[in-house]
């Protein structure tokens, strides 16, 4: 288990404030944050890489703030491989256990495991300036697992992974993890990878933890404005919450009333993601059950997917998949409805 206490460190323009957060023994934990979060300064902070000013970190219960990168038992996969271009696959995937003063058998032993584990057999041969990005990946996710650590760190693992590839790498880490059961936070950007891989999520924005929760949690109820600008919601209002009939909560917005589920009361936020309005093109005309009546301003057609702008007032932003675009007609300047559940409704 990780525990990091009250964490204050500082590299460059990365200022880490007051930053604690716990991962459990076993779990697949993914910090999720833009560019510039921090989220490497914090990565290396844990290994020791780069020193703290302040706080704690506990591993396994115990304290290993001052203690250095070896002795505190990490396997560290970094975004930029830190592969040795001289020395052969096998030889890099070793290059942890060397300076664990392993004997040659226990090595080897530890590196057949690994490689049967990620079946890396056909890269053996190769010079890692001869790998791909993605292959130069999985190398360096093999040194790191093979030194059995008590805690992994995958720093952007799929950051250099190609489309049509990223999937079956996904499956592979989730895979690898529930074999061997390591504790692994997993540092991306990316919010399908942290839906697909993660128990729970930490959003960093800032040098701060904003919220940690399961994904879903994380997704559906963001605890902030910041928050839930950073993962896409979209539909961000500001308002009042007020109680509404049959003891109903009620959200006015631009003299609209919407349904909402909470307790809270007087100003607030409220968000609604996009895939979650349904667009009505034959409505009934009511202002019940968060069924508004509008116009499309803008349409923005993604392939698979397009987003579709519809003024109340106020704008919402909705999603609709490309086939029901095409058959529901729908076009810029057509009056429509649009129609969310209570439920879709986040409060904070």
Not at 9 to 32: I, M, N
Not at 39 to 66: F, H, M
Not at 328 to 340: N, T
Request: glycine share 8%; proline share 4%; net charge negative.
């Amino acid at each position: 288990m990780l525990e990091v206490k009250n964490l204050v460190a500082k590299r460059e323009e990365f200022y880490l404030k007051d930053v604690s957060f716990t991962v459990q023994d076993g779990e697949y934990f993914v910090l999720l944050g833009p560019t510039g979060a921090g989220k490497t300064v914090l990565l290396e902070s844990i290994a020791g890489i780069t020193g703290i000013r302040g706080g704690q970190i506990w591993i396994n219960g115990k304290d290993v703030t001052s203690l250095t990168v070896l002795e505190r038992q990490i396997g560290f996969a970094f975004q930029k491989y830190a592969l040795y271009r001289h020395m052969p696959v096998r030889d890099n995937i070793s290059f942890g256990l060397t300076w664990r003063f392993k004997s040659q058998k226990e090595i080897d032993k530890a590196i057949d495991q690994v490689i049967e584990l990620l079946h890396l057999q056909n890269l053996l041969d190769k010079r890692p300036w001869a790998l791909s990005g993605g292959e130069s990946q999985k190398i360096c996710l093999a040194r790191a697992i093979a030194i059995r650590p008590d805690l992994l760190i995958l720093d952007e693992p799929l950051g250099s992974v190609d489309p049509e590839s990223r999937e079956i790498t996904e499956r592979e880490l989730k895979d690898t993890h529930t074999r061997l059961g390591l504790t692994t936070i997993h540092v991306t950007h990316d919010f399908e990878e942290a839906i697909a891989l993660g128990d729970r999520v930490a959003v960093m924005i800032d040098g701060s933890i904003m919220q940690v929760g399961t994904p879903d949690e994380v997704f559906r109820h963001p605890n902030s404005e910041a928050v839930a600008r950073f993962l896409m919601t979209r539909n961000i209002f500001d308002g009042e919450v007020q109680d509404g009939p049959d003891g109903q909560s009620a959200f006015s917005l631009d003299g609209k009333n919407l349904t909402v589920n909470t307790a809270l009361r007087g100003r607030r936020h409220a968000s609604v993601r996009p895939e979650d309005i349904t667009i009505l093109v034959d409505a009934p005309d009511s202002d019940n059950d968060n069924t508004l009546q509008g116009t499309i301003t803008r349409i923005s057609d993604r392939g698979s997917i397009a987003y579709v702008w519809v003024d109340v007032p106020p704008e919402f932003t909705c999603l609709v998949l490309h086939p029901l675009l095409e058959a529901m007609g729908l076009k810029e300047g057509q009056p429509i409805s649009i129609r969310f559940n209570a439920s879709a409704v986040n409060v904070f």
